[in-house]
Protein backbone atom coordinates (compact mmCIF):
# COMPACT_ATOMS: atom_id res chain seq x y z
CA UNK A 1 0.00 0.00 0.00
CA UNK A 2 1.45 3.43 -0.62
CA UNK A 3 -0.30 6.80 -1.92
CA UNK A 4 -1.14 6.93 -5.71
CA UNK A 5 -0.96 10.79 -4.96
CA UNK A 6 -0.56 13.74 -2.78
CA UNK A 7 -1.38 17.15 -3.30
CA UNK A 8 0.21 20.28 -1.58
CA UNK A 9 -1.70 23.58 -0.77
CA UNK A 10 0.49 26.08 0.72
CA UNK A 11 3.67 24.11 2.03
CA UNK A 12 7.25 25.57 2.06
CA UNK A 13 8.54 26.40 -1.55
CA UNK A 14 5.88 23.81 -3.36
CA UNK A 15 3.02 25.64 -5.37
CA UNK A 16 -0.29 24.33 -5.07
CA UNK A 17 -0.39 21.11 -7.11
CA UNK A 18 -0.76 17.37 -6.77
CA UNK A 19 1.55 14.58 -7.35
CA UNK A 20 0.58 11.67 -9.38
CA UNK A 21 2.38 8.63 -8.48
CA UNK A 22 3.71 5.52 -10.27
CA UNK A 23 2.77 1.98 -8.67
CA UNK A 24 6.72 0.58 -7.93
CA UNK A 25 9.94 3.51 -7.81
CA UNK A 26 9.61 7.12 -7.74
CA UNK A 27 12.55 9.17 -8.07
CA UNK A 28 12.59 12.84 -7.50
CA UNK A 29 15.18 15.03 -9.76
CA UNK A 30 15.89 18.58 -9.56
CA UNK A 31 18.46 21.46 -8.83
CA UNK A 32 19.47 22.61 -5.82
CA UNK A 33 16.35 23.99 -3.80
CA UNK A 34 13.62 23.05 -6.18
CA UNK A 35 11.53 21.04 -3.40
CA UNK A 36 12.67 17.64 -3.33
CA UNK A 37 13.66 17.24 0.15
CA UNK A 38 9.88 19.73 0.90
CA UNK A 39 7.95 16.94 -1.14
CA UNK A 40 9.44 14.03 1.00
CA UNK A 41 8.75 16.19 4.32
CA UNK A 42 5.01 16.78 2.95
CA UNK A 43 4.89 12.97 2.40
CA UNK A 44 5.98 12.19 5.97
CA UNK A 45 3.47 14.48 7.60
CA UNK A 46 0.96 12.80 5.86
CA UNK A 47 2.03 9.47 6.84
CA UNK A 48 1.54 10.67 10.55
CA UNK A 49 5.09 11.21 11.53
CA UNK A 50 5.68 15.23 10.78
CA UNK A 51 8.44 17.16 10.07
CA UNK A 52 11.65 16.00 9.27
CA UNK A 53 13.59 18.35 11.55
CA UNK A 54 12.57 17.67 15.12
CA UNK A 55 11.51 20.78 16.94
CA UNK A 56 9.85 22.36 14.06
CA UNK A 57 7.19 24.81 14.69
CA UNK A 58 4.07 24.78 12.53
CA UNK A 59 4.25 28.70 11.82
CA UNK A 60 7.71 27.67 9.61
CA UNK A 61 6.10 25.40 6.89
CA UNK A 62 3.84 27.71 5.44
CA UNK A 63 5.12 29.41 1.68
CA UNK A 64 6.80 32.15 2.47
CA UNK A 65 5.06 35.61 1.80
CA UNK A 66 1.94 33.54 1.26
CA UNK A 67 -0.89 35.48 3.36
CA UNK A 68 -2.16 32.19 4.95
CA UNK A 69 -0.98 30.29 7.63
CA UNK A 70 -3.08 27.68 7.08
CA UNK A 71 -1.47 24.52 5.19
CA UNK A 72 -3.30 21.06 3.71
CA UNK A 73 -1.58 17.86 2.69
CA UNK A 74 -3.78 15.59 0.81
CA UNK A 75 -2.84 11.86 0.62
CA UNK A 76 -4.93 9.36 -1.20
CA UNK A 77 -3.95 5.73 -0.91
CA UNK A 78 -3.66 3.21 -3.23
CA UNK A 79 -5.91 0.43 -1.92
CA UNK A 80 -8.94 -1.33 -2.02
CA UNK A 81 -10.47 1.49 -0.13
CA UNK A 82 -8.67 4.59 -1.88
CA UNK A 83 -8.94 6.05 1.33
CA UNK A 84 -7.90 9.97 1.19
CA UNK A 85 -6.18 11.27 4.60
CA UNK A 86 -6.33 15.16 4.75
CA UNK A 87 -4.03 16.99 7.17
CA UNK A 88 -4.64 20.68 7.77
CA UNK A 89 -1.82 22.65 10.00
CA UNK A 90 -2.42 25.74 11.39
CA UNK A 91 -1.34 26.10 14.94
CA UNK A 92 -1.86 22.53 14.89
CA UNK A 93 -2.14 19.31 13.63
CA UNK A 94 -5.47 17.52 12.33
CA UNK A 95 -5.30 14.39 10.67
CA UNK A 96 -8.65 13.11 9.04
CA UNK A 97 -9.34 10.00 7.39
CA UNK A 98 -12.17 10.28 5.24
CA UNK A 99 -14.23 12.47 7.43
CA UNK A 100 -12.68 11.24 10.94
CA UNK A 101 -10.52 12.93 13.35
CA UNK A 102 -7.62 10.47 14.28
CA UNK A 103 -4.14 10.65 16.06
CA UNK A 104 -0.79 10.58 14.22
CA UNK A 105 -0.56 7.38 16.08
CA UNK A 106 -3.61 5.46 14.34
CA UNK A 107 -1.98 6.99 11.50
CA UNK A 108 0.73 5.37 11.64
CA UNK A 109 -0.49 2.13 12.61
CA UNK A 110 -2.96 2.37 9.11
CA UNK A 111 0.09 3.11 6.69
CA UNK A 112 3.16 0.98 7.05
CA UNK A 113 5.89 3.51 6.23
CA UNK A 114 9.63 2.83 5.91
CA UNK A 115 11.62 6.22 4.61
CA UNK A 116 15.08 6.95 4.00
CA UNK A 117 15.16 11.16 4.10
CA UNK A 118 18.40 13.20 3.44
CA UNK A 119 19.66 12.95 6.68
CA UNK A 120 19.27 9.28 6.61
CA UNK A 121 21.74 8.76 4.13
CA UNK A 122 24.83 7.98 6.41
CA UNK A 123 23.38 4.95 6.87
CA UNK A 124 23.58 3.30 3.73
Known amino acids: MGYN ?53 SSSLPTWNSGSSEIQLTGQLDDENGEIIKVKISSRYTIRIEEETITATDLRWRIPVLSFLPNDMSII
Open 5 to 57: RVRFNNFRNIEPREIKWSPGLNLLTGPNGSGKTNILEGINIVSGWGPLERGTR
